[in-house]
């Protein structure tokens, strides 16, 4: 899959400040019932760039938070982004715990913390939710 191809279909949110708490994790897209909310990236790390062509197709507020969040040049008047991917990583993080950790607690919850799943539609801009306990020791990321 191309670094393109990965961006525009599988970053799904951002982190940003919340008025729950903090910060917080929000859908930069519509997101159904049962879609995965991080996933990894299988290509090599390294940076990638994609051209404004490239750019100019995602949502626009993919679009908002790649300039947001990466260098821009205009190269031979073209204009480029360099985006940094991490082999095994889920967009800028290496585990969803990073980004479990930065969502909100709520008792009305719109992710499943085991499986790492919309349980709910989640509109764009909508602060995802958990509802997590204890972790449980010697375990990778279990809420009880």
């Given at each position: ?13 951002k982190?940003s ?11 930069l ?26 750019l ?10 790649i300039?947001?969040m990466f ?35 709520d ?5 499943d913390?085991?499986?790492f ?5 989640i ?13 449980q020791?010697?375990?990778?990321f279990?809420?009880?």
């Amino acid at each position: 899959m191309l670094a393109y191809e990965y961006i525009k279909n599988n970053v799904n949110v951002k982190i940003s400040p919340s008025k729950i708490s903090g910060v917080g994790v929000f859908a930069l897209r519509d997101i159904k019932i049962g879609e995965d909310l991080f996933v990894e990236w299988k290509g090599e790390s390294a940076g990638y760039e994609i051209t404004q062509s490239e750019l100019d197709t995602f949502e626009p507020s993919l679009r908002a938070h790649i300039y947001d969040m990466f260098q821009f040049n205009k190269i031979e008047g073209v204009w480029q982004f360099k985006v940094l991917l991490e082999k095994d990583c889920y967009w800028i993080f290496k585990t969803p715990t990073h980004w479990i950790n930065s969502c909100s607690w709520d008792s009305n919850p719109n992710v499943d913390l085991v499986n790492f799943k919309a349980i709910k539609t989640i509109k764009a801009g909508t602060e995802l939710l958990t509802k997590y306990g204890k972790y449980q020791k010697n375990n990778a990321f279990k809420a009880i």
